[in-house]
């Protein structure tokens, strides 16, 4: 999909209605409708996932049944450390071992996923411009990209066009959407006055109008956005944010509004649920608390300076937990992962966020048992999570408003559309007690036939779940057959939800 045409969600559709008895999901098919943004589904390819896994066509195959739309490379911390020419021609890559930009050009071309890079926001901005022309360049392009402020000179964009080329790729592998930088707000304490005690991230400043506008010694997100856009104009380039309070981190994001005024194309935050352990009622519960805090206060900022246009939230990592540290209860391994990731999914698209990724796809076992990636890199087996985004990614691409009785607080429902008229329910039951329902499909009189594809787990905490009776550590989803929905007269129907259980009701006229 192209980047072009970034728009951000509105607000989930209100539509008034007397409370419903219990047991009742009312779908209100006839009623208002908001986009279903199907960049909601990317997630993150990091630059220690080995190169053969990288380029492996079985590999591909599990991120296309993931349904993952966008992957950000080379993901999160690295990002700020990751020479990308190094990395290509092994002149003093810092990991010998690591994926070369030409392995994450054979992952796009793999899977037809979009793609996202986050380049260095500790190197220069011609630099950054040279990543562009190796993905999106073309060889015979001459325009020059110039000398950078330390005296290197990034010659042209067909040399390294040329480079991709050489290893491999003689088209553009065109990678749509840029940031400049991770997590700059929580740089390391000697980067600058404004870093926490207990900062990580390898950068120069912490102080968001530093990073716009850039220092003395460094070019800010500004020149870094400028000699981007040279090279190809029709990319879009996002600048680090924060969600919620845009005060917080030393007043970082609203320093970066502030400054960077009309210049961002795409505004990032990142959100992890917890720090440490947390009560299952806590995390199954915080999707529906937090996102609508976290993307609200930058989205008012972010309407107070640009009153004349929308700026899209791209929420460019989110998981459980902030690091594996705190998850001692190995959560991210578990069932209640899936919960959790299927549920935020469903409350960023309702709340506004216009894009997602997912942290991530390989990364590996903690001492816990915690695991934030989707497929185990030794076995490739999926993890639960992988069901979450799966699931969505059969949604459609609207937003219907549903209205449940009291008795279903505990079970969340998302119901949808697609171009072909199909007509989705997406139920959560995390409960360990079967949920019996009618379903009423307001503004539909005819009868329906359709599928139920259901994920099931014998528990929040197992580590492997069963998908349409079938139990399963490494899948293809069409691979087993979902239960037959016969008849949905005159819009109803009665459907008893399983335990521990993410189910996707496909319905079509019949």
């Known amino acids: 999909m192209a980047v072009v ?74 990002s700020n450390e990751y020479d990308w020419l190094a990395c290509e021609t092994a002149t003093g890559c810092e990991w010998s071992w690591a994926a070369r930009p030409s392995d994450f050009a054979q992952l ?4 037809g996923a979009e793609g996202m890079w986050t380049v260095s926001h500790n190197g220069t901005p011609e630099e950054a411009a040279a990543l562009v022309a190796f993905f999106n360049g073309a060889v015979d392009d001459e325009s020059v990209i110039g000398v950078d ?77 400028e000699e981007m856009l040279a090279v190809d104009s029709t990319i879009k380039v996002g600048a680090v944010g924060i969600g919620g309070d845009q005060g917080e981190w030393s ?22 649920g917890f720090n440490s352990a947390a009560p299952i009622d806590d995390v199954l519960s915080r999707p529906s608390r937090a996102w609508p805090m976290t993307l609200d206060g930058a989205q008012d900022a972010l309407a107070t300076a640009n009153p004349s246009r929308t700026v899209p939230i791209a929420v460019t990592e989110y998981n459980l937990f902030a690091s594996y540290d705190g998850d001692t209860e190995g959560m991210m391994a578990e069932a209640i992962s899936a919960f959790y990731i299927a549920d935020s ?24 048992g915690s695991d934030y990636g989707v497929f185990d890199p030794v076995t490739g087996a999926t993890n639960p999570s992988f069901f979450a985004v799966a699931m969505w990614s059969r949604f459609g691409e609207e937003l219907l408003s ?27 039951n995390p409960t360990s007690e079967a949920v019996a329902t009618a379903v009423h499909l307001q503004g539909i009189s005819g009868s329906l036939t359709g599928t139920a594809d259901v994920m099931t787990a014998a528990s929040l905490d197992a580590r492997e779940v069963a998908f349409n009776g079938t139990s ?15 008849a949905f007269a005159a819009g109803r129907l009665s459907f008893n939800f399983e335990p521990y259980s993410i189910t996707l009701i496909s319905l079509a006229a019949s």
């Not at 990724?357 to 076992?365: A, C, F, I, R, S």
Request: glycine share 12%; aromatic share 8%; hydrophobic share 40%.
């Open 472 to 486: 399963l550590t490494s899948t293809d989803l069409f691979a087993t057959t979902p239960m037959a929905i016969s």
């Open 108 to 111: 796009l071309e793999g899977t």
């Open 251 to 272: 007043g970082f994001g609203e320093k970066v509004i502030e400054t960077a005024a009309g210049e961002i194309d795409f505004y990032v935050v990142h959100d992890y």
């Open 402 to 428: 549903t209205v449940t009785g009291g008795d279903l607080a505990d079970v969340h429902v998302y119901a949808g559309r697609s171009p072909e008229s199909t007509l989705t329910l997406l139920v959560l």
């Open 345 to 368: 999914i469903g409350q960023m698209a309702q709340n506004g966020a216009s894009m997602a990724n997912l942290w991530n796809l390989v990364n590996g076992e903690s001492p816990s």
């Open 5 to 78: 045409g970034i728009a951000a969600c509105s607000v989930s559709p209100d539509v008034s209605a007397p409370s419903v008895p219990d047991g009742t999901i009312v779908v209100h098919v006839d009623g208002p409708s908001i986009p279903f943004d199907r960049r909601l589904l990317g997630t993150n390819a990091p630059a220690w996932i080995p190169p053969a896994q990288l380029t492996d066509p079985s590999f591909h195959e599990k991120i296309i049944d993931m349904g993952a739309t966008v992957l950000r490379m080379p993901g999160g911390s690295w």
């Open 149 to 225: 402020r330390d005296g290197r000179d990034w010659s042209t964009v067909g040399k390294w066009a040329a480079l991709r080329a050489a290893n491999g790729h003689p088209d553009p592998v065109r990678v749509e959407m840029w940031e400049v930088g991770n997590e700059v707000f929580g740089g390391r304490p000697e980067a600058g006055p404004e870093c926490a005690a207990f900062g990580w991230e390898t950068t120069w400043t912490c102080d968001g109008r530093e990073y716009v506008l850039g220092d003395d010694s460094h070019d800010g997100f500004l020149r870094f956005r």
